[in-house]
């Protein structure tokens, strides 16, 4: 339902790459609610033309930008400020990547090389984008920060693979980082702990499917939807939530609380 929680408000989306991205339920609900936007990812997600699509429909620029590259980062924090007209009130990460995990690597044998590139991509970026919008000053008062995590920072999910740590330092980065840009200009930084979510990126993972289907029945309202996250990021990126910073925040129908539920038994 759209009410203009937004309305005014200018942000930065990273990470939609199709209609099942959470970026992109994100990227259409922040239009819904008022807001203006940039969308962004990696140059070689526009070879897809999707997010181009996205883009024309919302009536938005998306502009490519490599996470790792402080010069991208800089351009896309650059080129959004002159287009949407001003300084940068929202920004959603939502970015993770893991060549182990596409090239079926166990967890005992991972490619080093390989997980510094999972480090860089999908936490390390978090901080190079914190970090470029620091120096420039590129966010208003009182704007809001946000990364996509997953309970594996916390409990072990061994087919998560080295994605696990990269959540940790994600986490991590967003209290560091938190304490800082509070200080600084009151932008708050958090995380929201998602539900298992059927993305392109999230069906990836090696028995996706069957875990999909017990975090379901594990959690007392069941897995939240890329919809309901997309509600929640706009509640975060709104003056409603202006005192909530460096938290990780669970949303996952309760399943972080629960020990065991009787309805995954057979019994």
Same mark, same amino acid.
């Given at each position: 339902?759209?009410?203009?929680?937004?309305?005014?408000?200018?942000?930065?989306?990273?990470?939609?790459?199709?209609?099942?991205?959470?970026?992109?339920?994100?990227?259409?609900?922040?239009?819904?609610?008022?807001?203006?936007?940039?969308?962004?990812?990696?140059?070689?997600?526009?070879?897809?033309?999707?997010?181009? =699509?996205?883009?024309?429909?919302?009536?938005?620029?998306?502009?490519?930008?490599?996470?790792?590259?402080?010069?991208?980062?800089?351009?896309?924090?650059?080129?959004?400020?002159?287009?949407?007209? %001003?300084?940068?009130?929202?920004?959603? /990460?939502?970015?993770?990547?893991?060549?182990?995990?596409?090239?079926?690597?166990?967890?005992?044998?991972?490619?080093?090389?390989?997980?510094?590139?999972?480090?860089?991509?999908?936490?390390?970026?978090? /901080?190079?984008?914190?970090?470029?919008?620091?120096? =420039?000053?590129?966010?208003?008062?009182?704007?809001?920060?946000?990364?996509?995590?997953?309970?594996?920072?916390?409990?072990?999910?061994?087919?998560?693979?080295?994605?696990?740590?990269?959540?940790?330092?994600?986490?991590?980065?967003?209290?560091?980082?938190?304490?800082?840009? %509070?200080? /600084?200009?009151?932008?708050?930084?958090?995380?929201?702990?998602?539900?298992?979510?059927?993305?392109?990126?999230?069906?990836?993972?090696?028995?996706?499917?069957?875990?999909?289907?017990?975090?379901?029945?594990?959690?007392?309202?069941?897995?939240?939807?890329?919809?309901?996250?997309?509600?929640?990021?706009?509640?975060?990126?709104?003056?409603?939530?202006?005192?909530?910073?460096?938290?990780?925040?669970? /949303?996952?129908?309760?399943?972080?609380?629960? %020990?065991?539920?009787?309805?995954?038994?057979?019994?």
């Amino acid at each position: 339902m759209a009410n203009n929680l937004l309305e005014g408000k200018r942000g930065i989306i990273f990470g939609a790459l199709d209609d099942k991205s959470i970026a992109t339920k994100v990227a259409e609900q922040c239009v819904a609610q008022g807001a203006k936007i940039t969308l962004t990812n990696a140059p070689v997600a526009f070879r897809f033309g999707e997010i181009q =699509k996205l883009a024309e429909r919302l009536e938005c620029e998306a502009i490519p930008a490599d996470a790792t590259s402080l010069e991208d980062l800089e351009n896309l924090f650059d080129t959004s400020m002159e287009v949407l007209g %001003g300084k940068i009130d929202f920004v959603l /990460h939502s970015i993770g990547m893991s060549l182990n995990v596409r090239k079926k690597r166990e967890y005992t044998n991972l490619k080093y090389e390989w997980m510094q590139k999972t480090f860089d991509i999908s936490a390390i970026s978090f /901080h190079k984008v914190m970090q470029v919008a620091f120096q =420039k000053e590129a966010m208003n008062e009182w704007g809001s920060i946000l990364a996509l995590s997953y309970i594996a920072a916390q409990r072990t999910f061994p087919d998560y693979n080295e994605m696990a740590e990269s959540k940790s330092l994600l986490e991590s980065f967003a209290r560091s980082f938190g304490y800082h840009f %509070g200080t /600084h200009n009151k932008v708050r930084v958090n995380t929201i702990s998602q539900s298992p979510t059927k993305t392109t990126a999230g069906s990836g993972v090696k028995g996706f499917d069957v875990f999909f289907d017990y975090a379901d029945k594990m959690s007392p309202l069941g897995n939240a939807s890329a919809e309901a996250c997309a509600d929640y990021c706009i509640f975060m990126f709104s003056d409603l939530s202006r005192y909530i910073t460096m938290q990780n925040l669970f /949303h996952d129908g309760g399943f972080s609380n629960m %020990g065991m539920n009787p309805s995954v038994l057979d019994i």
